[in-house]
């Protein structure tokens, strides 16, 4: 139980630190009239955001079924498996848009930045409140599955993401 509270608090941790950096990176120069910039990742195209979304919705969904069926859940413990498995998929917090982010003055970024990850911080707790209740709600067997699958599963080992393996 300490491990995979310690795996949850180092995962939190290496969230934060990647949200601080995200937050903390330069604006994206000005984009061309009738071209919506993203960042450093090039146009918002809404279909391929579409498609990215389902993509990764479906890769969720599988990755959950592998789990599911590796834990055994037991139908008295489906209730339990649904609400965890409902409570850790992505919100889809939004991002500030370029415009509306030139317009603030550093101090209101800087606020936008902390409500931001305060925002963060309370979903990963929801998530690890969420995974804690789930786990005492397995048996000795199923919690040493979760002790080493769900690890993965968090990690989302195997996945792809930005050009680099996980």
């Known amino acids: 139980m300490k491990q995979l509270q310690r795996r949850l608090f180092a995962a939190g941790l290496v969230a934060a630190l990647a949200a601080g950096a995200v937050a903390q990176a330069q604006t994206p120069p000005a984009e061309a009239p009738g071209h919506q910039m993203r960042g450093d990742h090039g146009p918002r195209d809404p279909a391929k955001m579409a498609e990215f979304r389902a993509h990764r919705e479906q890769r969720m969904a599988e990755r959950l079924g592998k789990l599911k069926q590796k834990l055994q859940i037991a139908p008295t413990q489906e209730n339990a ?4 498995a409902s409570a850790i998929k992505p919100t889809g917090m939004q991002r500030p848009q370029h415009e509306e982010w030139s317009k603030l003055t550093t101090p209101e970024r800087i606020d936008r930045m902390r409500a931001m990850r305060a925002e963060r ?5 929801r998530r690890m409140d969420a995974t804690k209740n789930f786990y005492s709600a397995l048996n000795p067997q199923q919690r040493q599955v979760f002790d080493t699958e769900g690890l993965r599963f968090m ?3 195997g996945r792809h993401h930005g050009g680099h393996h996980g």
């Open 155 to 157: 990690a989302g080992k």
């Open 121 to 125: 911080s309370a979903e990963m707790d």
């Open 81 to 84: 498996w649904n609400t965890w």
